[in-house]
Every structure is written in structure tokens, then in C-alpha cells.
């Protein structure tokens, strides 16, 4: 159910694109807003305010990812990562605020414009893989080549096959995604998501529904991506392991403050916040979050 959930999302994340990229080739020249920030920011987000109708999720969050960052979105069940990325890869406008991509505002008035420019820069990993099940998994990894670029055949073959010899699945190239294990259908998944060399990753809970060792092991894959190939990644997830394993910085969200509650390395976090929601998060303990909900003594 969630896997057909997320075709169809990966489906019109897709789609998107092919509606507006007519219109942005054309008037490409005539769109150029530029980001006011340094070369380092990768992505911003500036006073962003989400919801659903009348249900606000996120109010005011602001925040920048730098280049060649791995930043873990982090926060209870609900607190609302998944509605922030669907905002980052655009799949969600926001009632308030804004979004950068490599300075582009991909949330403005030609915000299509600006998404469509920057999106053969992005690639996302989705929670439940999203490859599509009717196709190989080297035909899944063959899409973005074949709707980005003019490339010969024989050379996005070689392209899909040296990503999923990256991914250790050069010998799967045939199979179809239900004939693989859920750790394989994450790693395909990457694959397909670094098809096009992006410079962005987005990842939403990569461990989900991993065994630890299969979790680990996709952590150490970003981890490489990331180190050889410089890709900035934002990576929503609650895993601890994961968190204290890939994150450079942490952006926590709570529920009930409806957005940040915390920026910092996950050590800094773990060890120096003061916050009970952040002291129970990483500490693992409900009892500080339900003693400083109750306005009690937190425990040591
Ligand atoms: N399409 C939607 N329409 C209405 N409400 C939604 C929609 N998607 C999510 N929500 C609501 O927004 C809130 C935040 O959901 P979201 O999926 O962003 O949280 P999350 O932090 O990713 O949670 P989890 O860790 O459990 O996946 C939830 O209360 C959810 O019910």
C-alpha cells in the first residue's frame, strides 16, 4: 500500500517536470532570481510555513543546509519531516515562506521555473524505494537518463551499470523490484536516485523497515556517496544509530512547537542540550519529555 503510495508520488514528482519544461527552456533566459546567501548554501529555507487546508503543520522555519552537508531531519512520529521535504523536492507549496535551491527560489512566482532548473540536480531516495514495479530494476535506473539526456543506449547501459555495480547490484540488473529484498530495493532505489550525478540528495527514513546490519550498510552507501562524490544530503529519518552515525548537523522538529526546537552536531545535541525534548530523543528516555510536559523535575 505505501509502495504504491509512493510510485505514484515518484510518478508526479516526475511528471511534473515534463509539464513545465517546455515553457522553462523557452524562458530560461528571462528567470535568474539569485539567492542572497553565500556560495556554500546549498538549500534554505526562509520562515517556511506548511499545513494541509486549514491544519498547520510547520510555522517560520528557517534554516540553510552547505554544501557537501549530510543534515539529519529528525523529530517524533508526526512532527511533520516528511510535509518539510515534500516542501524542499517541491511536491508541496507552502502557505507562507520560502524555498532556495542552489539560489533559486523554487517557491516564487516562477517557482516551476526555478524547480524544473535545478531538479536534474536532485535526487530522492523515497521511504519505500518508489521503483516501479512493471520495470527492471535497470530500466528504473535507465528513467531519469533517458528523460534528462540525449545519451546513446549503449551508453546509458554502461551509466546503469556502473550505478548498480556501486550499489553491489550489478548482478541484478534484470530482476523486478518485487523479486528483490527490501535492503536491495533501497540500494536500487539510490541507484536510480544518483542516476543523473546529482549534487543534492534527498533521503526520507532510508533505514525504514531495515534489519540494523541491512541499515547499516545503506548508511555507510550515503556515507560514500557523500565523501567521493560531495553530495549534500538532507536525510529525514528517527533512527539514533543512523542519526549518530551519518549526521553532520541535526535540524530536530517538534510536534507540539510546530517547527525547529534544535540546530547542532549530533554530539552537541546529544550531550549539551538542555531541552528535555531533545534530552529524550537522544537519551532515549520518555520519562524527561512526560516530566517537563507535566512542568516535574526532569531525571539526570
Ligand atoms: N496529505 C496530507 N493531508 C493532511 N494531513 C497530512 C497529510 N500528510 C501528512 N499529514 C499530517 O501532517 C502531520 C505530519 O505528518 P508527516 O508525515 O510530515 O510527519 P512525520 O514527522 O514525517 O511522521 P513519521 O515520522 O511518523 O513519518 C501528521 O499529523 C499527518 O497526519
Redesign the pocket.
Known amino acids: 500500500m505505501f509502495a504504491d503510495h509512493e510510485e505514484r508520488t515518484f510518478t508526479k514528482w516526475r511528471r511534473k517536470e515534463s509539464v513545465v519544461a517546455l515553457d522553462v527552456r523557452r524562458e530560461m533566459g528571462a528567470m535568474e532570481p539569485t539567492m542572497p546567501f553565500s556560495g556554500d548554501v546549498m538549500i534554505h529555507t526562509d520562515d517556511l510555513t506548511l499545513?494541509?487546508?486549514d491544519?498547520l503543520?510547520?510555522r517560520d522555519v528557517t534554516f540553510s543546509v552547505y554544501t557537501g552537508e549530510i543534515v539529519a531531519v529528525l523529530?517524533?512520529?508526526?512532527?511533520?519531516?516528511?510535509?518539510?521535504?515534500?516542501a524542499l523536492i517541491g511536491l508541496?507549496p507552502p502557505l507562507r515562506g520560502s524555498v532556495w535551491i542552489g539560489g533559486r527560489c523554487i517557491t516564487g512566482p516562477q517557482g516551476d521555473m526555478a524547480l524544473e532548473a535545478v531538479r536534474r540536480h536532485i535526487g530522492v531516495l523515497f521511504?519505500y524505494g518508489a521503483l516501479l514495479g512493471s520495470l527492471s530494476i535497470a530500466d528504473n535506473v535507465a528513467m531519469p537518463l533517458e528523460e534528462f539526456t540525449d545519451l546513446p543506449r549503449r551508453l546509458i547501459e554502461d551509466i546503469v551499470h556502473f550505478k548498480l555495480e556501486t550499489v553491489g547490484l550489478a548482478d541484478y540488473a534484470h530482476f523486478m523490484p518485487s523479486e528483490l529484498s527490501g535492503g536491495m530495493r533501497k540500494r536500487a532505489a539510490l541507484a536510480r536516485a544518483m542516476a543523473l550525478d546529482p549534487q543534492i540528495l534527498f533521503c526520507?527514513?532510508p533505514s525504514?523497515g531495515l534489519d540494523p546490519i541491512t541499515a547499516a550498510e545503506l548508511d555507510e552507501l550515503l556515507m560514500e556517496c557523500n565523501r567521493a562524490l560531495g553530495i549534500t544530503m538532507v536525510v529525514?529519518t528517527?533512527e539514533l544509530a543512523s542519526i549518530e552515525t551519518i549526521a553532520t548537523r541535526c535540524i530536530m522538529?517538534d510536534?507540539s512547537a510546530q517547527g525547529v526546537i534544535a540546530v547542532g552536531t549530533p554530539e552537541k545535541l546529544k550531550n549539551e542540550s538542555t531541552d528535555p525534548r531533545v534530552r529524550a530523543f537522544f537519551h532515549r528516555q520518555p520519562a524527561m519529555l512526560r516530566a517537563a510536559e507535566l512542568g516535574g523535575s526532569v531525571p539526570s
Open positions: 499545513g494541509y487546508g491544519r503543520i510547520l523529530g517524533g512520529s508526526g512532527c511533520g519531516k516528511s510535509t518539510l521535504l515534500k508541496l521511504q526520507d527514513e525504514a529525514i528517527h522538529l510536534k
